[in-house]
């Protein structure tokens, strides 16, 4: 579980302009940039990163470009969640041919209605068993899947030895705080949402996976540093500012807002896989003004 303090950037996908395929050249740039500064590692293939929107194959060549830029000292995590708990099993074992240190397991949502507890914790029971890497959960932010994992499943499933930590985004200090209680000792919870790292922190979380940090990974990393060191002050100033961009930014605009930043950052952003459309080109001038009020960019 200590492997798990800190932050963690979700990556975005590149792809490239002209044929739409994943652009490995691109990722393993930005991992680069993104790892100068203290972060506790990276995720692939989750909301951030356009997962569900992904071929099988591309997966497999993403993340070995990953693993080539991610040093063996920070943690790279791969998503492996699908609709099926045998879809789940072959990704959760591609990831472990890939080289990933941990798969991110979002709840199936289509059958929602269908999709009672006990069938959600028959599903990550048998995920977790047949699991090659251990496994984080994942709360997707209920607009996005509709399915809830209480408290109480994650705290039953925090009993499996091969059940990590679970990643909360779900945007309510309550929920986390309750998982924190129920999850104990026995698994990490970090916080998804960037608006909230300090107060999760207070609650108990050991760290966050941020799309904010994408923007600013230092100040996310600082942020957890100082608060670890009892430095509240300093932790709280960098929140109001990790708060503005995951507002402006993570929240309104979405995955297409934050490929349209990195670009203005001068990493490899460019346009989402469709259906997803890129930002509106009034929302892009806003944008830069955004990012150069958060100190990102030049004035």
Known sequence: MDALRGVFAPATTPFD?????????????????????????????????EGVLLDEDERARLLAAARDA????????????????????RLCRAAAAG??????????????????????????????????????????????????????????????????????SSGDLRTLAALVEACGRRCAVLVGNGAILFGALEVGAVGGILAAALLAPERAASLHAHHAQGELATAGRLQERLTMLHRRVVAELGVPGLKAALDLLALHGGAPRPPLKPLRASAAAELRTLLAQAGLLPR
């Open 70 to 89: 991610v040093p063996a000292e920070r943690l790279l995590l791969a998503g492996a969640g699908a609709e099926s708990t045998r879809a789940t099993i």
């Open 99 to 168: 080289g990933a240190d941990a798969v991110l397991v979002q709840p199936p949502a289509y059958y929602k209605p269908q999709l009672t507890p006990e069938a959600l914790r028959d599903h990550f029971q048998a995920v977790a068993d047949a699991s090659p890497l251990p496994v984080l959960l994942y709360q997707v932010p209920p607009r996005f899947s509709g399915v809830e994992l209480p408290a109480g499943l994650v705290g039953e499933l925090a009993q499996h030895p091969n059940i990590v930590g679970i990643k909360d």
């Open 17 to 49: 302009p002209v044929t739409g395929e994943a652009d490995v050249i691109a990722l393993r740039h930005n991992l680069r940039q993104w790892l100068r500064a203290p972060l506790a590692g990276v995720v692939l293939f989750g909301s951030t990163g």
